[in-house]
């Protein structure tokens, strides 16, 4: 699967910014999606997740209220709405791909995604 984010940018805080990662693979739908953020110096952390058919959505607690994971499955893309960001928001936003589609689970853990896109940054100033 091949990934390819964008939509980074600065933002004051307070701001909004949209998110979007756009995916090269057939049947997209079969694949869970997340979006995970890395500051420097820091683990990889999970943000938002989805399903493959888009039903529940999951959060960190950082972000809950704040952000929404959603998809379009007839574009292959999944997007992070990011509202109310605050400074420690800042980090580079990876969105990652889940082919296992045995299992519904949607797991919080990097090591379990296989597909990787580039990363976009977003800076928050205050």
């Known amino acids: 699967v091949q990934l390819q984010a964008s939509g980074g940018g600065l933002v004051q805080t307070g701001g909004s910014l949209r998110l979007s990662c756009a995916a090269s693979?057939?049947?997209?739908?079969?694949?869970?999606m997340a979006w995970f953020r890395q500051s420097p110096g820091k683990d990889r952390t999970f943000v938002a997740g989805?399903?493959?058919?888009?039903?529940?959505?999951y959060y960190a607690d950082s972000v809950k209220g704040r952000f929404t994971i959603s998809r379009d499955n007839a574009k292959s893309t999944v997007h992070l709405q990011m509202n109310g960001l605050k400074a420690e928001d800042t980090a580079a936003y990876f969105c990652?791909?889940?082919?296992?589609?045995?299992?519904?689970?949607?797991?919080?853990?990097?090591?379990?995604?296989?597909?990787w896109g580039q990363g976009t940054l977003v800076t928050v100033s205050s």
């Open positions: 990652a791909a889940d082919g296992n589609y045995y299992s519904d689970y949607l797991s919080r853990e990097a090591a379990t995604y296989d597909s």
């Open positions: 693979v057939d049947r997209f739908s079969r694949f869970k």
């Open positions: 989805i399903r493959g058919n888009g039903g529940p959505t």
